[in-house]
């Protein structure tokens, strides 16, 4: 298995950091990493993503709501289990009324060893999601503003098993 991991705490309640994670549309105009977002961020649907390390090619994913403003994962990846990757996105209300979001992604399956030759070191991409959001979150949604530097430091780890 390789997976990639970061959190960071944000000074807003789960529902508010939940509604800037389902505006795809919004993910370009904020420090997310992601050049764009294909369809609808809604249980059931099926977006594809573009990310900034890879702005050529689309990732199709399944999106699965788990518990809305509290869970959620993105699967895409190859039939019968070959290659699978999952995005899973938790939100967990803090006592001062923020949420600590964690973001992970893990990828499996028999060809691995194949796909792992051509996946980029998707850490920083991690990265600076979970500091983008947290900034574009707190900010608020005036996109003309100027982005100040986050206070917390996210943490973030990547493994290859």
């Known amino acids: 298995m390789v997976a990639f991991?970061?959190?960071v705490k944000i000074?807003?309640?789960p529902e508010?950091?939940?509604q800037v994670l389902l505006d795809g549309a919004g993910y370009p105009t904020w420090d997310s990493?992601?050049?764009r977002v294909e369809g609808t961020i809604a249980a059931g649907e099926r977006i594809t993503v573009y990310s900034e390390v890879r702005p050529d090619r689309g990732f199709p994913v399944g999106v699965r709501i788990i518990e809305p403003a509290r869970k959620m994962r993105w699967i895409g990846g190859l039939p019968m289990g070959l290659f699978s990757g999952v995005r899973t996105f938790t939100l967990l209300p803090t006592d001062d009324g923020g949420t600590f979001f964690d973001l992970r992604e893990e990828y499996d399956g028999v060809l691995l060893f194949l796909m792992r030759l051509t996946l980029p070191d998707l850490q920083p991409s991690f990265d600076k999601f979970?500091?983008?959001?947290k900034r574009r979150?707190?900010?608020?949604p005036a996109p003309s503003e100027e982005t100040a530097p986050a206070d917390g430091d996210a943490s973030s780890t990547a493994s290859a098993e």
């Open 33 to 35: 990493g992601v050049a």
């Open 11 to 13: 000074d807003a309640s």
């Open 137 to 140: 979150v707190e900010r608020g």
């Open 130 to 133: 979970v500091l983008g959001l």
């Open 5 to 7: 991991h970061a959190d």
């Open 16 to 18: 508010e950091v939940w």
